[in-house]
C-alpha cells in the first residue's frame, strides 16, 4: 500500500521543535489503538481469526503505550487528558453504512492509518540524532508496518481483492486530502 501524499516538513518540524507534547500525544494514541483493537475483537466475536489478531494487537499496543509512559517519566513530564483528533474523526466519517461495508471501511482504514504512523515514525526516527529515543523510533515504524499489513489481511476475510483493491484506492485518496489540511502540530495525526 502506497500512501497517496507524504506528511509535510512543516509537521515535522512542529514535531521536533515541541518534542514534549508529541511524547504525551504519542502515548494517548497508542492508548486509543489498543482500545480500537479491542472494539473490533467485541463487535466480531464471532470471528477467531479477527479476534486472535486483535488481542495479540491491543496488547502490543498497551506494550507500546508503557514504553512511551517510561519515556515520559524519564523526561519529568506528565500524562494529561486525550484530545480531540480531528484526523481520526475525519476518517471514522469515510465509513459506509451496512454490516459488509462497514468491517471492510474499518480495517482499510485502520490500515491507513497505521502506514500513516509508519511513516511518521520513520520520519522522527530519521530526524532524531543517534540514542535510545531514535532505537524507539526506529523500532515503532518497523511495528507499524506489519500493523498495516495485518488489517489489510483481515479485510481478505470480508470481501474480494478487487473490491478491497477499488475502496483501498478510495479511501487513500481521502486519507490525503484529509491529511493534508490538518495543521502542523506537535502530534502524530
Same mark, same amino acid.
Given at each position: 500500500? %502506497?500512501? #497517496?501524499?507524504?506528511? *509535510?516538513?512543516?509537521? +515535522?518540524?512542529?514535531?521536533?521543535?515541541?518534542?514534549?507534547?508529541?511524547?504525551?500525544?504519542?502515548?494517548?494514541?497508542? #492508548? #486509543?489503538?489498543?482500545?480500537?483493537?479491542?472494539?473490533? +475483537?467485541?463487535?466480531?466475536?464471532?470471528?477467531?481469526?479477527? &479476534?486472535?489478531?486483535?488481542?495479540?494487537?491491543?496488547?502490543?499496543? !498497551?506494550?507500546?503505550?508503557?514504553?512511551?509512559?517510561? +519515556? @515520559?517519566?524519564?523526561?519529568?513530564?506528565?500524562?494529561?487528558?486525550?484530545?480531540?483528533?480531528?484526523?481520526?474523526?475525519?476518517?471514522?466519517?469515510?465509513?459506509?453504512?451496512? #454490516?459488509?461495508?462497514? &468491517?471492510?471501511?474499518?480495517?482499510?482504514?485502520?490500515?491507513?492509518?497505521?502506514?500513516?504512523?509508519?511513516?511518521?515514525?520513520? !520520519?522522527?526516527?530519521?530526524?532524531? *540524532?543517534?540514542?535510545?529515543? %531514535?532505537?524507539?523510533?526506529?523500532?515503532?515504524?518497523?511495528?507499524?508496518?506489519?500493523?498495516?499489513?495485518?488489517?489489510?489481511? +483481515?479485510?481478505?476475510?470480508?470481501?474480494?481483492?478487487?473490491?478491497?483493491?477499488?475502496?483501498?484506492?478510495?479511501?487513500?485518496?481521502?486519507?490525503?486530502? @484529509?491529511?493534508?489540511?490538518?495543521?502542523?502540530?506537535?502530534?502524530?495525526?
Amino acid at each position: 500500500m %502506497k500512501l #497517496k501524499a507524504t506528511s *509535510p516538513q512543516a509537521w +515535522l518540524d512542529a514535531v521536533m521543535s515541541d518534542f514534549d507534547a508529541f511524547l504525551l500525544d504519542h502515548a494517548s494514541c497508542e #492508548k #486509543k489503538a489498543s482500545g480500537m483493537a479491542m472494539s473490533i +475483537l467485541s463487535h466480531y466475536p464471532d470471528k477467531p481469526r479477527l &479476534v486472535r489478531a486483535m488481542t495479540d494487537l491491543a496488547l502490543e499496543e !498497551m506494550n507500546h503505550f508503557r514504553q512511551v509512559t517510561h +519515556l @515520559i517519566y524519564d523526561r519529568s513530564l506528565q500524562l494529561g487528558a486525550d484530545r480531540k483528533d480531528n484526523y481520526i474523526n475525519e476518517l471514522r466519517g469515510l465509513y459506509r453504512q451496512g #454490516k459488509e461495508h462497514y &468491517v471492510v471501511d474499518r480495517l482499510l482504514l485502520a490500515a491507513i492509518i497505521e502506514a500513516r504512523g509508519h511513516e511518521r515514525f520513520g !520520519m522522527i526516527a530519521e530526524a532524531l *540524532p543517534e540514542g535510545k529515543m %531514535k532505537q524507539f523510533y526506529q523500532a515503532i515504524t518497523r511495528s507499524e508496518g506489519k500493523h498495516f499489513e495485518l488489517f489489510l489481511d +483481515l479485510a481478505t476475510d470480508f470481501a474480494d481483492q478487487n473490491t478491497l483493491d477499488e475502496r483501498l484506492e478510495e479511501l487513500l485518496q481521502q486519507e490525503a486530502e @484529509i491529511m493534508l489540511k490538518q495543521p502542523p502540530v506537535a502530534a502524530l495525526h
